[in-house]
């Protein structure tokens, strides 16, 4: 069993920054790799950026690239995702998600684990 618990998120201005975290189960961060997902009102689910488990290779989504980071303390079991130059259209329910690779959240394919979601509203 996996779990994840996220944290952050909240209202910002446009141009504004917000972190998410994601702590993890022990030795999840060995095993699975780790990724956020959003999904805004009226629309579909969108992967978002996802770091593997062995490589630390990272992914990033078009709308969210060169804006948006991905890391992991392996120390603190904890994937951070750090936003930066946000946009109104940034704004949805951010879940944290557990797949065996990252292939998973790059094809918006259904994860073995999910966060409980965090909103995050961007006003313009």
């Known amino acids: 069993q996996v779990n994840l618990a996220q944290s952050g998120g909240g209202n910002v201005q446009a141009g504004g920054s917000l972190r998410l975290s994601c702590v993890v189960s022990?030795?999840?961060?060995?095993?699975?790799?780790i990724g956020w997902f959003r999904q805004a009102p009226g629309k579909e689910r969108e992967g978002v950026s996802c770091?593997?488990?062995?490589?630390?290779?990272?992914w990033y989504a078009d709308s969210v690239k060169g804006r948006f980071t991905i890391s992991r303390d392996n120390a603190k079991n904890t994937v951070y995702l750090q936003m930066n130059s946000l946009k109104p259209e940034d704004t949805a329910v951010y879940h944290c998600a557990a797949a065996e690779f990252c292939g998973t959240i790059i094809r918006n394919s259904r994860p073995d684990y999910w966060g409980q979601g965090t909103q995050v509203t961007v006003s313009s």
């Open positions: 022990e030795f999840t961060l060995d095993y699975w790799a």
């Open positions: 770091i593997s488990s062995s490589d630390d290779n990272t």
